[in-house]
């Protein structure tokens, strides 16, 4: 048992990563499940003078798919991700939604690093007061 957070999105990655950098890492798909995020690579076939080449790079970072995911670390898992991969960019964010009403928040990247970030509501009247 646990809470369930229902997670979207993805983390591109820039530049993304090559096949070498995908096969060393421990976020590549296929992989045991070691960890609760994976690698997104795309195949292009790239003509060369020795014919058709297939080349696959990893362009961002999502959560596997899982059933019943608990977030409890994400924050931690992500950075940990980050950290993997140095010399690359991560941006973007992971939407995160709780069982409970209004449990909202994302996971973003602010200068290299993981960050919870949460929603502020404001009723429409408030808005020209907080202005």
């Given at each position: 048992?646990?809470?369930?957070?229902?997670?979207?999105?993805?983390?591109?990655?820039?530049?993304?990563?090559?096949?070498?950098?995908?096969?060393?890492?421990?976020?590549?798909?296929?992989?045991?499940?070691r960890h609760d995020l994976v690698l997104?690579?795309?195949?292009?076939?790239?003509?060369?003078?020795?014919?058709?080449?297939?080349?696959?790079?990893?362009?961002?970072?999502?959560?596997?798919?899982?059933?019943?995911?608990?977030?409890?670390?994400?924050?931690?898992?992500?950075?940990?991700?980050?950290?993997?991969?140095?010399?690359?960019?991560?941006?973007?964010?992971?939407?995160?939604?709780?069982?409970?009403?209004?449990?909202?928040?994302?996971?973003?990247?602010?200068?290299?690093?993981?960050?919870?970030?949460?929603?502020?509501?404001?009723?429409?009247?408030?808005?020209?007061?907080?202005?």
């Open positions: 048992m646990g809470y369930i957070t229902l997670v979207t999105g993805e983390l591109r990655i820039t530049p993304p990563l090559t096949w070498p950098e995908i096969r060393a890492s421990e976020y590549a798909p296929g992989e045991p499940h997104l690579v795309r195949e292009e076939t790239v003509q060369t003078e020795e014919g058709p080449l297939l080349r696959r790079t990893a362009h961002a970072l999502a959560l596997r798919p899982i059933e019943e995911y608990r977030a409890y670390t994400l924050v931690k898992d992500v950075q940990a991700a980050i950290d993997a991969h140095p010399g690359h960019t991560f941006t973007g964010y992971l939407s995160c939604e709780g069982e409970e009403t209004g449990d909202l928040w994302r996971v973003v990247i602010k200068d290299g690093r993981a960050v919870e970030v949460r929603p502020r509501i404001v009723w429409p009247d408030e808005e020209e007061s907080l202005a």
